[in-house]
Nanobody, 124 residues
């Protein structure tokens, strides 16, 4: 059974940085895409960034491009989301998700497995 466990959330000031981690277990993830999504109160869950485990190719939402970086550590089976220059509008619960695919999807319904989420709060 695939397990995804996020960590690294917290409360920060605008302009600060945070690094989220997603520890993945239960499978060999070479054929997977790992994605980060977020959901703010009253809003739909939205795509933030994704990475193909095998190739390391990435995709970002326009709202985070240039500020967030997704990466993976094959030895630790962990995906990271480095978030720099955080803004109040980045406040949300951040989720890690896994999809058996060769294409990075931006729609939540494409992803088969989800973590429990970690809260990120950015104050101005």
């Amino acid at each position: 059974q695939v397990q995804l466990v996020e960590s690294g959330g917290g409360s920060v000031q605008a302009g600060d940085s945070l690094r989220l981690s997603c520890a993945a277990s239960g499978r060999t993830f070479s054929n997977y895409v790992l994605g980060w999504f977020r959901q703010a109160p009253g809003k739909e869950r939205e795509f933030v960034a994704g990475i193909r485990w095998s190739s390391g190719s990435t995709l970002y939402a326009d709202s985070v491009k240039g500020r967030f970086t997704i990466s993976r550590d094959n030895t630790k089976n962990t995906v990271y989301l480095q978030m720099d220059n955080l803004k109040p509008e980045d406040t949300a619960v951040y989720y890690c998700a896994a999809d058996i695919s060769v294409r990075i999807s931006t729609t939540p319904i494409s992803y088969d497995y989800w973590g429990q989420g970690t809260q990120v709060t950015v104050s101005s």
